[in-house]
């Protein structure tokens, strides 16, 4: 896979490509990347690449020429078939971030990432070149690097390799629709708390049922939306069941 980022400032995608897993995994050649500097493509010797909204306001807007000549070179970078393709906009006007969003994008070969500064971009951009707009949650930071990298690092944990292990992505919380269960290691006895005796049984059936069983009442207490609609299967069912009596029972 190939990323790259339209920013102002390309050295803080250092954090993501030079450190942990994913910059294990650069190195191993698993994924490529590259910043674009829209400033490159100024029209000013001061680099200037924003200017005052029309109709007023406060802040100052992106504009749209330099953007666009920083897209068109990162799609002229691109290789493979065009519908592997994707231009994202970070923007907390943007489709939330999901797991499943992230497994789609997790299916292209190249990904194009613009990080917005001040109070915006040009609209007439977003519309004649950007595919989407992403938002990691409902609030606004200072830029789309940081945003960008949440999306980055997520993307690439269901890449093959980037993991020493896939079945570490596989499960982790929401890629089965629920949140995680709890996790422990050694000691076995930590503030006077010990580990569930369960998981030291080394009865695997046993254990994937407590795990679902913990993931299902975590889920339920911590986001119940997420169990809204949600096509249980006769063993969640009945460990639901199981919980909610629990809870009425103490109710």
Wanted: hydrophobic letters at 40%.
């Amino acid at each position: 896979m190939k990323i790259q980022a339209l920013t102002l400032f390309p050295e803080m995608f250092a954090a993501i490509g030079e450190y942990g897993v994913t910059g294990r995994a650069a190195k191993q050649g698993i994924w490529s990347f590259c910043a674009i500097n829209p400033r490159r493509f100024a029209d000013n010797r001061l680099g200037y690449i924003d200017d005052r909204p029309f109709g007023g306001g406060p802040g100052m807007i992106m504009m749209a020429p330099p953007l666009q000549a920083a897209i068109d070179e990162a799609v002229a970078n691109c290789s493979g078939n065009p519908a592997s393709r994707r231009v994202i906009y970070l923007s907390p006007q943007g489709a939330p971030l999901t797991h499943q969003k992230v497994s789609e994008l997790a299916g292209y070969d190249n990904l194009i990432l613009l990080c917005g500064r001040y109070e915006g971009v040009d609209e007439r951009l977003l519309q004649s070149s950007v595919d989407e707009e992403i938002s990691v949650g409902d609030f606004v930071v200072s830029g789309g690097e940081l945003p960008a990298m949440m999306l980055m690092d997520a993307v690439l944990r269901l890449i093959p390799g980037v993991l020493g292990d896939i079945e570490s992505a596989a499960q982790d919380s929401f890629a089965n629709g629920l949140l995680d269960c709890p996790h422990y290691t050694r000691p076995s006895e930590f503030c006077g708390m010990a580990v569930p005796e369960v998981l030291k049984s080394g009865n695997h059936a046993a254990i994937a049922e407590w795990r679902l069983e913990q993931a299902l009442r975590r889920t339920l207490n911590r986001r119940p939306d997420l169990l809204e609609g949600r096509a249980l299967i006769p063993q969640e069912a009945r460990l639901l069941q199981k919980i909610l009596s629990e809870q009425q029972d103490k109710a």
